[in-house]
């Protein structure tokens, strides 16, 4: 069994994806008992779901080219945008002095949950084309092994030199492993047979014992947050886990209107997840005014939040696009 995309154009199950992504990084940073949920295995891949997405895209075209001011454009100016304003807010409100701002945005690479992520994006924009030599010259297997291997190295070298956690969170590393999959979907889809079930098995097994059961893993596997955000875990990802996406989608697929707020959500995800980034860095649950219980805040929170990134998101991403278009016409 295959799952094949459209290499040719737009597809829409990819949107699904990204829509499904999407809340996911809503969820994963607004719940407060993940480790309850096995969040590991069915939300806690967002940035790797968004980084296959990523290969995907670059490895379907016959002669991609890496388009530096479209990436600026597109993800680099937006973020810094959002960045400035929250900046602005959080100096208005006196939510924090100028000195602790400027140490969290050299140590974290922004304000927010997910900050990391455009610079993630940035560096794996580059890799992509200097790995596609050595994906085209080897067969899919032996290029798995080489990655394996480039992976690992890195997990030792990590433990090793214990690599502080503000600078990893930074480093694309941990998503390289993510490159051959996306590669993978983009030349033969998901195929599904006993070596691609058997592979997601042993990494949900992976998942699983990363989240709940591995305590210090080191020289083998670095100790860090992002526990299953590593090689071992993404075969479940990109063929178990997609595939079972896959079902639910073509349960989806006949019904004309969640086919279209599922198409605004991908087409947003991006806006979305700059805007909840802010929000949730500028508005803690238990500052919401006139509220005593601590559970009726958090069901505040929680509602002000994803209102907010959603609509915010989707608002930013139109007027970003209506100036693009604009300038487009100016040019």
Not at 218 to 225: D, Y
Request: charged share 15%.
């Amino acid at each position: 069994m295959t799952i094949s995309f459209n290499t040719k154009g737009y597809d829409v199950f990819i949107d699904f994806i990204k829509a499904y992504a999407i809340m996911c990084v809503l969820f994963g940073h607004t719940f407060l008992w993940l480790d309850k949920v096995g969040y590991g295995v069915w939300a806690g891949m967002q940035v790797p779901l968004f980084i296959l997405v990523q290969a995907f895209h670059w490895y379907k075209k016959d002669k991609p080219v890496i388009n530096f001011v479209k990436i600026l454009k597109r993800v680099i100016f937006p973020f810094f945008v959002i960045e400035f304003l929250t900046v602005g807010i959080a100096l208005l409100f006196g939510l924090n002095n100028a000195n602790e701002l400027k140490t969290l945005a050299l140590s974290g690479g922004g304000y927010g949950p997910g900050s990391y992520y455009p610079w993630i994006y940035l560096q794996v924009a580059i890799l992509l084309p200097l790995f596609s030599p050595l994906l085209c010259r080897f067969s899919k297997w032996v290029s798995l092994i080489i990655f394996i291997i480039i992976c690992q190295l890195f997990e030792f070298l990590f433990s090793i030199i214990d690599l502080p956690e503000n600078i990893y969170r930074l480093l694309a590393v941990r998503y390289i492993f993510l490159v051959p999959l996306g590669w993978l979907w983009a030349k033969e889809g998901i195929v599904i047979n006993w070596k691609t079930i058997l592979l997601s098995i042993l990494s949900l097994f992976a998942i699983l014992y990363f989240e709940y059961l591995s305590v210090h893993d080191e020289p083998w596997f670095f100790t860090t947050k992002w526990q299953f955000h590593r090689w071992p875990c993404y075969f479940f990802l990109a063929y178990g886990f997609t595939g079972i996406l896959n079902i639910v989608w073509k349960r989806l697929v006949n019904y004309e209107l969640i086919i279209k707020y599922i198409k605004v959500l991908a087409s947003s995800s991006y806006e979305i997840f700059l805007v909840q980034m802010s929000v949730i860095y500028l508005i803690n649950y238990t500052s919401i005014p006139f509220v005593r219980d601590k559970v009726f805040k958090y069901i505040i929170w929680l509602i002000l939040v994803w209102m907010i990134s959603i609509f915010g998101g989707i608002l930013l991403n139109r007027i970003l696009n209506r100036k693009s278009i604009i300038m487009s016409k100016n040019d």
